[in-house]
């Protein structure tokens, strides 16, 4: 359970990593990070992506596609891979994204490019890193919501969506035996609770069949100002995806924003994150992954380097017959105290 003093991180099972700034960081240094996640409790580091379309590329791929690249920070798959051997984390490998975030949905043609992009980055990945057993499987960076795939064109369907890049993904990693993660998101001023399991239904229905979905929380995302989501409310959109998932046998995570409404770059504080966590664990999820860890503390992921574990004696209860508090173990987070110790 959390304590009033900071946020329980235990209660978090990962994070991801979208590379911006660990792409620079060095094998000793990732390894350092990797181990205090671990001693956080989290398990699994989701590496967002394996390539950004002209921008980035986080392991040394051969593909044609992606050696106009602009940033080749082409170890990061390898030297996180090494980092979650030694501190005993799972790592979740990001696969190619094309820079579009679907704000207008591909046509069928975009999508079975996509697709095959992504098979052929997949199949690459399995290549290097197909020994690995720290490896739990692939993620899908595309982030799916259902009001993309509502009729906007009349080829913008779930059903196109699925038969031209969701599907192909699955079985081209189910071929290798790898397993897939998917986060899609949600914004409630647009769509219910109801029309939320709906959608999902539809993409299980036709034939999408990740091993998880972890729906984005929505906590902490905006446009210009008006909330995607309500804390009071995110447990009925939550529950209503973890009831798609449970009926066609999907493992349901909340993958839960850690950053301020205000400010992308920020921590949440304590209070919010706490809220967060309890009400993805009352709706079902198995696992809360956070979003992300550019910002866990002051200065974004260099900052994960300068965590000091300390130790601090709480006053003793003036009532002798009560007996002293143990001493709580905390880390620095942002200037919160995220303790340990569960109470």
Known sequence: MFTNKGVCAAELNGVFDAGWTTAYQSQDSLTRMHQRLQSLGME?????????EATHLYYPSQLDFLQNTQYKNNQLFPKSIEAAKIAGTKIWLGLYYDGDGWFTPPTITQLDTLSARNVRV??????????????????????????????????????????????????????????????????????????LQSFFESLFAVGFKPDVIAVQDGI?????????????????????????????????????????????????????????????????????????????????LDSLEKWKSQTVGLKKSRNPNKNPQKLLKFYKLNGARVYLDRR
Request: contains cysteine.
């Open 122 to 195: 997949l199949n690459e990945l399995y290549d290097f890193y197909g020994r690995e057993k720290v490896i739990e499987g692939v993620y899908i960076p595309q982030e799916i919501a259902r009001y993309y795939w509502d009729g906007l064109r009349e080829d913008a369907t779930t059903e196109s969506l699925v038969l031209h890049f969701l599907k192909p993904l699955v079985d081209a990693a189910k071929a290798v035996g790898w397993k897939v993660l998917a986060a899609p998101f949600y914004n409630q001023n647009l769509e219910s609770p109801e029309k």
């Open 44 to 52: 699994y580091i989701v590496l967002q992506y394996a390539a950004v």
């Open 220 to 300: 902490g995302a905006n446009d210009t100002g008006k909330i995607h989501a309500d804390i009071a409310t995110v447990e009925n959109y939550e529950r209503a995806v973890a009831q798609a998932c449970a009926k066609y046998g999907i493992e349901f995570w909340v993958d839960a924003e850690l950053f301020r409404t205000d400010d992308s770059k920020a921590l949440a504080d304590s209070a919010r994150i706490s809220a967060q966590l309890d009400t993805a664990r009352a709706s079902g999820a198995v696992n809360v992954i956070g979003y992300d860890l550019a910002v866990l503390g002051n200065a974004g």
